[in-house]
């Protein structure tokens, strides 16, 4: 069992930034990938941003160059850093975790760009 807790969402103004983090307890071993999801109303969730055991990243391309993501493994937190906000962004963040057996994820966290 893997349990994730996401942090950092809120409010921000349309070219601010913000900083999401995941905490990550209980069979850490066995996570391969670790990434933040989102969903806005209406829509589908939709992968952000991904990174490897070793460190290889993916993002999607909405995000690239405005988004990072990093993890620290021994604090076992995955971060998000968003900068250069747009209104598009306005979306619930989840953190998944894969460990190659089942999917984890966490509750959420609602960041909200105002324009």
């Known amino acids: 069992q893997v349990q994730l807790v996401e942090s950092g969402g809120g409010l921000v103004q349309a070219g601010g930034s913000l900083r999401l983090s995941c905490a990550a307890s209980?069979?850490?071993?066995?996570?391969?990938?670790m990434g933040w999801y989102r969903q806005a109303p209406g829509k589908q969730r939709e992968l952000v941003a991904a990174i490897t055991s070793g460190g290889t990243t993916n993002y999607a391309d909405s995000v690239k160059g405005r988004f990072t993501i990093s993890r620290d493994n021994a604090k076992k937190v995955v971060y998000l850093q968003m900068n250069s906000l747009k209104p598009e962004d306005t979306a619930v963040y989840y953190c998944?975790?894969?460990?190659?057996?089942?999917?984890?994820w966490g509750k959420g966290t609602l960041v909200t760009v105002s324009s």
């Open positions: 998944n975790a894969a460990t190659g057996v089942l999917p984890y």
């Open positions: 209980g069979s850490t071993f066995s996570i391969n990938v």
